[in-house]
T-cell receptor, first 112, second 116 residues
Framework: SAVISQKPSRDICQRGTSLTIQCQVDSQVTMMFWYRQQPRQSLTLIATANQGSEATYESGFVIDKFPISRPNLTFSTLTVSNMSPEDSSIYLC?????????FGEGSWLTVV | AQSVSQHNHHVILSEAASLELGCNYSYGGTVNLFWYVQYPGQHLQLLLKYFSGDPLVKGIKGFEAEFIKSKFSFNLRKPSVQWSDTAEYFCAVNAGYGGATNKLIFGTGTLLAVQP
């Protein structure tokens, strides 16, 4: 299994600001993923982050709004830029290891 | 596009009752199917998964799920629930290729409350 740590676990942010979420995993993994879970909704994949290449974004998500870094095989960051109340959500980091997807505990962002 | 439907949004059961949570997906090709659970205040955990073989899959904590290809369903079951099963349950289908499991499409979740 994989142990995934996310920081911050929760934060309250002012609209118009940006916040970077960090994700650290205890194993080297090729693929890391960022999901969003909006209130009373399911999880939606934002992007796939591979080390050494640009992240691949899903429909409806763009790099300018959600820039991602993947500097090595155990770490990734997701930035939520120019936040609005609609960005209030739980952001989850996940990794694939042994054909199974593991999730971090999530970062709960509230934009006011 | 693939989609996943969970018909029960909120289920309330008494302890020892039997549980069945519905999950249907829309995709005509080969699929990998998953059930995840999120206990209050905790992260998502894998309950069980189906890739191929026996369509009846057993997972952790006494849960099982049956893949019925003709019905595009992967319902989760447990014969006797406990108060500790109170959680939100998510069905998910992979959107990868050739059996890859990396991109998951999730259902909207079912919130299960077990009353002691």
């Amino acid at each position: 299994s994989a142990v995934i740590s996310q920081k911050p676990s929760r934060d309250i942010c002012q609209r118009g600001t940006s916040l970077t979420i960090q994700c650290q995993v205890d194993s080297q993994v090729t693929m890391m993923f960022w999901y969003r879970q909006q209130p009373r909704q399911s999880l939606t994949l934002i992007a796939t982050a591979n080390q050494g290449s640009e992240a691949t974004y899903e429909s409806g998500f763009v790099i300018d709004k959600f820039p991602i870094s993947r500097p090595n095989l155990t770490f990734s960051t997701l930035t939520v830029s120019n936040m609005s109340p609609e960005d209030s959500s739980i952001y989850l980091c996940s990794v694939e290891l042994g054909n199974t997807i593991y999730f971090g505990e999530g970062s709960w962002l509230t934009v006011v | 596009a693939q989609s996943v439907s969970q018909h029960n949004h909120h289920v309330i059961l008494s302890e020892a009752a039997s549980l069945e949570l519905g999950c249907n997906y829309s995709y005509g090709g080969t699929v990998n199917l998953f059930w995840y659970v999120q206990y209050p205040g905790q992260h998502l955990q894998l309950l069980l998964k189906y890739f191929s073989g026996d369509p009846l899959v057993k997972g952790i904590k006494g849960f099982e799920a049956e893949f019925i290809k003709s019905k595009f369903s992967f319902n989760l079951r447990k014969p006797s629930v406990q108060w500790s099963d109170t959680a939100e349950y998510f069905c998910a289908v992979n959107a990868g290729y050739g059996g890859a499991t990396n991109k998951l499409i999730f259902g909207t979740g079912t919130l299960l409350a077990v009353q002691p």
